[in-house]
């Protein structure tokens, strides 16, 4: 469905080089990235601010023309085939709109049914899903710039998905949103994305989303991939361990030597201890092992956090 091969942008700036002058320089958003993605995947395509995430998007919808490399989108190139390929795929910038902004949002739901010259059964249809799934029956009528942050991006999902897109963009589709509507949206791309129907491709700071939505995880940083594979391959790679917390009614009589298990925080009095797990180390053999010599009040496992392995990521090798 998409094929990048060496895919480059480069963008000049220019710096200072004096007191008075400037000079120009190039500099690399996108640097050399290669990737194949099958239909049907929903891939969350990550990194920090800069890294050339909405910049490889840009590219992949014909906005911006790469430097170098090629890329075709649904068997199309991007920027000679841009009207093409517009009405093949579906795009959600989260800074941006496709809605009329003094229209009611179901008035700009049917002009874009003429815009894409969708029959109005089929269009019907894939309306009912998503105002069902999405929850915007009562705000239908309700004129666009009087619609909450939350309303307004369920709106600018489905405007993107009533043509039938092959493939869905998501630049930030849950940005500024409260806890109620990043729920409404993550459960209904979590049904899209188990449909298989549409390719998705999802960029975002809110790794909450990664985890909740995306199978396979691209890592970029300064233009470049430096991880591409599934959450628990991240992990591993960067020797993520879980972590056990336990409370006791009174200390260890002896440390606790088991394989893989290490004690990494202890309280004041002994009675509550935090242990990491390791080398595929399991939480049971601990439990066991505590429950034989001291008298368990509560217990706790703690699954990696992915934001913690992403950063170690940015700021260190993985482990051998």
Known sequence: MIRMRNLRK???VRVKAGRLRREKRTVPAVDGVS????????????????????????????VLMPSSGSVRVCGLVPVPQRATLAARIGVVFGQRSQLWWDLPLEASFHLLRHIYRVPAE????????????LDMGAFLATPVRQL?????????????????????????????????????VRGFLAELGRSGDTTIVLTTHDLADIERLSRRLVVIDHGRV????????????????????????????????LPGIRLVASAEDGRRLTFTLADGAGAGALVAH??????????RV???????VVARLYTQPPAP
């Open 10 to 12: 480069d963008f000049t």
């Open 148 to 184: 909450s942050l939350g309303q307004r991006m369920r709106g600018e999902l489905t405007a993107a998905l009533l043509h039938a897109p092959e493939i869905l963009f998501l630049d930030e589709p849950t940005i500024g949103l409260d806890v109620v509507s990043k729920r409404a």
């Open 302 to 308: 703690r699954e990696p956090d992915i934001e913690d």
């Open 290 to 299: 505590l429950a034989t010599v001291a008298a368990l009040r509560d217990l």
């Open 226 to 257: 430096v991880h591409d594979g599934t959450l628990d391959e991240l992990h591993a790679r960067y020797a993520s361990q879980r972590r056990v917390e336990v409370d006791l009614d009174s200390p260890l009589p002896e440390p606790v030597a």
């Open 35 to 62: 990737l194949t993605i099958e239909p049907g995947e929903m891939v969350g395509y990550i990194g920090p601010n800069g890294a050339g995430k909405s910049t490889t998007l840009k590219m992949l919808t014909g």
């Open 122 to 133: 089929a269009h019907a249809a894939r309306l009912r899903r998503c105002v069902e799934l």
